[in-house]
C-alpha cells in the first residue's frame, strides 16, 4: 500500500533585522537551503537603524522575500514592540507554523511570547527553537540591566524547546555563567558560510589595493565590522600608533571595513592620534572577499563576541588573524601552544589571541605575525583553512539544522 505523501514541515524563521553580519548571512542560508520537499520556510525580519549597513540584497534572487514588520526593531519602544508581537502573533494564527525559530533578542523575545500565548490557546503546539549569535549579558549595559536581560533570557528558556550555542564556548556560557537553561536543552549548532569566494580569491589579489589607491608593497591590516563600542575600535587605533612609532621604516595602512553610529568620533580620534595618512575608512563593501584577497592580517578588537564571521572569512582566505579573547574566538583560533607569552600575546594553533583592551599587547602580536618565519606562518594558515573548511560550511549548517527539526516532529508524533 503506498502511504500518503509526508507533510512539509513549516519553519517561521524570526530576526530583528537583516543588517550586516554573521546572523543575516545565517537566516539567509538557511532559508534558501533548507529542502523544500521537506520544509516550507517563512522568514519574518525587521527594519534596521540608519546608521547600519543593510543586507537584504541577499534575497533580491530568490523568489521567496522576507516578510518585514517595520515595528520590529532593534530600539526598545513599548509602542512599537507591541505592535511587532501583535503582528507577529496574527502571523502565527494564519501560517500555523510546526516549528518558530527565533534569532536575536529582540526577535526572541517577541516571537516566543507570542509562540507561548498559542499554545495555551491552541489545540496545535508549535515548537521553539531559539539562536543565540552573542549576547547582551556582558559589556553592552549597566549591571543592573544586564542581570534583567539575565533573568527575562531565563523566563524564555523554560518555554523554549531548543537553544542553540554557535560555539561550545557560548554554550558553557549560557549553561554555567549565565544559567540561562541547563546544558541538556542547549545544542551547539555552528555557523555555516558559503566559502568558496573566501577559498578561491587568490586570482583576486591587487584589486582592492588598487580601487584604494594603496600601493602594492603596502602592509595591509584590517578590522572588519560594525563601528560600536562593543567592537572596541579605539583599542585597534591605540595599537596601531604604537606599531607604526615602533616600525617606523614599514609602509602600512590600517583599513576599517564597516560604518555604525562611532564612524564620525573613530575618524576624529585618529585624526587626535595622527594617524590619517595610515588609515581608510572605506565602509561596508559588498564584495568582501576582494578584501580579504589583499589583506595581510585581519584584526579583531572585540570586548564580547559570538562566532565573529570576520575571522571564519579570513582563515578561508588564508589571511593571518589576531584577535582578543571574546566570545568564541578561542574555538576558532585553537589551544594555544606552549607557555603564557610575557609579551602580552599567547600563539594558538590558527592565530594569535591577545588578552581584551590590552593594546601594548596586540601591537606586539602584530609584529609577531609581520616578523614570523614563512614556516610557521604556512602551518599556520594551512590549519586555519583546513578547520573553517570542516566545520563552516553550508552544507553541514543545513544538514544540522535539518536534523533538529526533524528530531523535534518525531516528538511530536
Not at 517577541?110 to 495555551?120: E, F
Amino acid at each position: 500500500m503506498i502511504g500518503r505523501p509526508l507533510k512539509r514541515i513549516t519553519v517561521l524563521r524570526v530576526i530583528a533585522r537583516l543588517n550586516i553580519g554573521g546572523p543575516a548571512i545565517h537566516v539567509h542560508l538557511l532559508t534558501k537551503g533548507l529542502d523544500a520537499k521537506k520544509f516550507k520556510s517563512i522568514l519574518i525580519a525587521g527594519k534596521i537603524s540608519p546608521t547600519e549597513g543593510d543586507m537584504s540584497y541577499l534575497f533580491n534572487s530568490m523568489d521567496y522575500k522576507p516578510i518585514l514588520f517595520p515595528e520590529l526593531q532593534r530600539e526598545i519602544n513599548p509602542k512599537m514592540d507591541i505592535c511587532a508581537f501583535k503582528r507577529i502573533f496574527t502571523t502565527l494564527m494564519r501560517e500555523k507554523p510546526d516549528i518558530v525559530h527565533t534569532h536575536t533578542a529582540k526577535a526572541g523575545s517577541s516571537a516566543r511570547l507570542a509562540v507561548l500565548i498559542n499554545n495555551l490557546i491552541s489545540r496545535k503546539r508549535i515548537y521553539t527553537v531559539h539562536t543565540f549569535h552573542g549576547h547582551v549579558f556582558e559589556g553592552y549595559f549597566s549591571k543592573t540591566k544586564s542581570l534583567l536581560f539575565v533573568w527575562i533570557e531565563r523566563l524564555l528558556a523554560m518555554v523554549t524547546d531548543v537553544i542553540i550555542a554557535i560555539s561550545d564556548s557560548q554554550k558553557k556560557d549560557l549553561a554555567e555563567k549565565f544559567h540561562i537553561a541547563p546544558a541538556k536543552k542547549i545544542r551547539t549548532i555552528e555557523l555555516g558560510f558559503e566559502l568558496e569566494p573566501f577559498l578561491r580569491n587568490d586570482s583576486l589579489k591587487g584589486q582592492f589595493k588598487k580601487q584604494c589607491g594603496i600601493s602594492h608593497g603596502t602592509l595591509l591590516i584590517g578590522i572588519v565590522g560594525r563601528l560600536v563600542p562593543i567592537k572596541n575600535h579605539r583599542m585597534f587605533f591605540k595599537a596601531a600608533k604604537q606599531f607604526v612609532e615602533q616600525n617606523p621604516g614599514l609602509q602600512v595602512t590600517f583599513l576599517v571595513v564597516g560604518d555604525g553610529e562611532l564612524k564620525g568620533e573613530l575618524q576624529a580620534y585618529c585624526r587626535q592620534l595622527g594617524l590619517t595618512r595610515h588609515v581608510i575608512f572605506c565602509g561596508w563593501v559588498k564584495e568582501v572577499h576582494l578584501v580579504y584577497a589583499d589583506l595581510d592580517i585581519l584584526a579583531l578588537t572585540s570586548l564580547n563576541e559570538g562566532t565573529p564571521v570576520s575571522i571564519i572569512e579570513a582563515m578561508a582566505s588564508s589571511v593571518p588573524v589576531i584577535a582578543t579573547d571574546a566570545g568564541g574566538v578561542l574555538d576558532l583560533l585553537g589551544s594555544p601552544d606552549g607557555i603564557p607569552s610575557s609579551n602580552g600575546f599567547r600563539v594558538c594553533e590558527r592565530g594569535i589571541l591577545c588578552r581584551k583592551d590590552d593594546a601594548v599587547g596586540f601591537a606586539k602580536g602584530l609584529k609577531y605575525l609581520v616578523d614570523i618565519d614563512e614556516s610557521h606562518r604556512h602551518r599556520l594558515l594551512t590549519q586555519a583553512r583546513s578547520f573553517v573548511e570542516e566545520r563552516f560550511s553550508e552544507e553541514r549548517l543545513i544538514r544540522d539544522i535539518e536534523s533538529l527539526y526533524l528530531d523535534l516532529m518525531a516528538n511530536r508524533r
